[in-house]
């Protein structure tokens, strides 16, 4: 199938930008979330082979993940809730399925009970190609953030990416990345070539705990 074709049936909102912005998921992790959108219907059963896509990446990126990179950029969507984990067979092969955008947003609360008898089908799980298709486009899953609110998750967003460039991997939810979020981009990026300078990870056993000191002290 030619990749435009499969651009054009992504099932890909602004909504899912912002999403990767709140959860800090960086760009490889973005790529492989599009990817098994693409692998069969949202909210179904999919047993996708990692391995095929990092061969896919390979082709558009030149060279394929780092095994390690690969499993970190999977579980960091699984710790997201974008995929549910039904099976695993090997690290690289799966039975999953990518959950739609509104069962990952907070559900609002319903403005009054209606329909409760009406269609015995509301006592059912949805069906996983209509009701999925419309969680993905229901006015439902609205964001609204202010134009400071968004700027600001794309300054964290962008010094996490930058972390991870450098195989830098913070957790979300630590307070170790809190304290490397109050750096401006230009110092975490000074800090970061200090890191190579000291040799990196070869050289470093807790390049987090060494980055947010480096950035304390200005080391650099």
């Known amino acids: ?60 990126r030149g060279k394929p993940y780092a095994h390690n990179y690969l499993k970190k950029i999977f579980e960091i969507l699984v710790s997201c809730r974008v995929l549910q984990v039904i099976k695993q067979y090997s690290w690289k092969i799966t039975k999953l399925l990518v959950r739609p955008l509104s069962w990952l947003n907070p559900p609002k609360k319903p403005r009054e009970k209606k329909l409760h008898n009406h269609n015995s089908s509301y006592d059912s799980p949805p069906s996983n190609d209509i009701s999925a298709e419309q969680g993905l486009n229901s006015s439902s899953n609205s964001i609204t953030l202010t134009t400071a609110e968004f700027e600001e998750l794309e300054r964290q967003h962008e010094i996490l990416t ?21 750096f401006d981009i230009e110092d975490v990026q000074l800090a970061l070539k200090h890191f190579v300078k000291r040799g990196g990870n070869q050289a470093i056993n807790n390049p987090q705990g060494w980055l947010i000191n480096c950035l304390c002290d200005r080391k650099w």
């Open 1 to 60: 199938m030619p990749e435009n074709s499969l651009k054009s049936s992504l099932p890909w909102t602004e909504e899912h930008d912002v999403f990767c912005y709140q959860h800090h998921i960086p760009p490889a992790a973005k790529i492989l979330w599009q990817w098994l959108m693409r692998q069969g219907q949202i909210a179904s059963e999919i047993e996708p082979d990692l391995s095929e896509f990092n061969a896919w990446v390979a082709k558009t």
């Open 162 to 182: 930058t972390c991870a460039e450098y195989e830098i991997y913070f957790d979300p939810n630590k307070r170790t990345t809190r304290n490397l979020l109050e």
